[in-house]
């Protein structure tokens, strides 16, 4: 069974890109969220999917979307980035029950 | 969901149990305790979560309060790679909500040699 696994470790954009963090669910997980942790903080919940359908937000903008794909793997967008976007962004995958998520290593976006 | 509070730091002595607070007054009766750790630089790790028993596996115990008001995580035998950042949430985890968690501040947890 492999865990959840995230690409790219890295990344460096400019004001203004756009980016697409990748995350690979835990096999047999079909609800994945994606968290922001910036520097010195806890990770604040941006979305999370379920079946392929967003089914809860927290306070991002809409320039923060998602998608997940049938084989459960997702993707998150960030359009026209801004300094404060750079942080570490973690994916987390979990089964419908009531056991925990299972977190991948994060992509470290930086944008400049 | 509930708040939680937790001591900003910690320290331990290898080998020693480390036991790690945290207050959850408002807790309500469909919520359950949940415990992660973050090691630094890495994804946030779960570890244990009970709803009103106490609660073991291989990495700790869960130790929670009758009145459920409170809850103490158990390392029992500490070691230097426990040094990490502790999260205690307290979730709903009725099914079909978005069920996400909240993360306060944590307790940075350090294993001393």
Redesign the interface.
């Known amino acids: 069974e492999t865990g959840?696994t995230q690409s790219p470790t890295h990344l460096i954009k400019t004001r203004g890109q756009q980016v697409t963090l990748r995350c690979s669910s835990q096999s047999g997980h079909n609800t994945v969220?994606w968290?922001q942790q910036a520097l010195g903080?806890?990770?604040?919940?941006i979305f999370?999917y379920y079946r392929e359908e967003e089914?809860?937000?927290?306070n991002f903008p809409p320039r923060f979307s998602g998608l997940q794909f049938p084989n459960y793997s997702s993707e998150l967008n960030v359009n026209a980035l801004e300094l404060d976007d750079s942080a570490?962004y973690?994916c987390?995958s979990r089964t419908?029950g009531?056991?925990?998520?299972?977190?991948?290593?994060?992509t470290r976006l930086t944008v400049l | 969901d509930a708040k939680t509070t937790q001591p900003p730091s910690m320290d331990c002595a290898e080998g020693r149990a480390a036991n790690l607070p945290c207050n959850h007054s408002t807790i309500s009766g469909n919520e359950y305790v949940y415990w992660y750790r973050q090691i630094h630089s890495q994804g946030p790790q779960y570890i244990i979560h009970g709803l009103k028993n106490n609660e073991t596996n291989e990495m700790a115990s869960l130790i929670i309060t009758e009145d459920r008001k409170s809850s103490t995580l158990i390392l029992p035998h500490a070691t230097l790679r426990d040094t990490a950042v502790y999260y205690c949430i307290v979730r709903d985890s009725l099914s079909g909500s978005a069920r996400q968690l909240t993360f306060g501040s944590g307790t940075q947890l350090t294993v001393l040699p």
């Open positions: 959840v969220s968290y903080q806890g990770p604040q919940f999370q089914n809860g937000r927290g570490l973690l987390a419908g009531r056991e925990g998520q299972f977190f991948g290593p994060g």
